[in-house]
Nanobody, 124 residues
Framework: VQLQAYGGGLVQAGDSLRLFCAAPGRPFGRYVSWFRQAPGKERDFVAAIDWNTVTTYYADSVKGRFTISRDNARNTVYLQMNSLEPEDTAVYYC???????????????????WGQGTQVTVSS
């Protein structure tokens, strides 16, 4: 495992969680993203950040609720999740790729480096 994702848990609807993605001893690359996968579903894009410009990108389903950010000194990417809904329940993965380009930021197959995933469960 080259990325370390953690911070998931069991919360109630309306609560918040903060996910962490660390890359010990290595640079992330230009883009770092979060994806999520619910049981029986495909892995979906959640959010991405351009490490250089700090430009952020979000899936429509999380806009206004989730915030992706990065800490250059700690080489860590965060996903702040507010107003969580039961539909947000999934395993969350962080991902990166040395050669990713802007047009493929939302495509899971474009990423070559993944974390192990962290479970987020939101009860109603």
């Amino acid at each position: 495992v080259q990325l370390q994702a953690y911070g998931g848990g069991l919360v109630q609807a309306g609560d918040s969680l903060r996910l962490f993605c660390a890359a010990p001893g290595r640079p992330f690359g230009r883009y770092v993203s979060w994806f999520r996968q619910a049981p029986g579903k495909e892995r979906d894009f959640v959010a991405a950040i351009d490490w250089n410009t700090v430009t952020t990108y979000y899936a429509d389903s999380v806009k206004g609720r989730f915030t992706i950010s990065r800490d250059n000194a700690r080489n860590t990417v965060y996903l702040q999740m507010n107003s969580l809904e039961p539909e947000d329940t999934a395993v969350y993965y962080c991902a990166a790729s040395p050669s990713l380009i802007r047009s493929t930021v939302t495509i899971a197959e474009a990423y070559t480096i993944w974390g192990q995933g962290t479970q987020v469960t939101v009860s109603s």
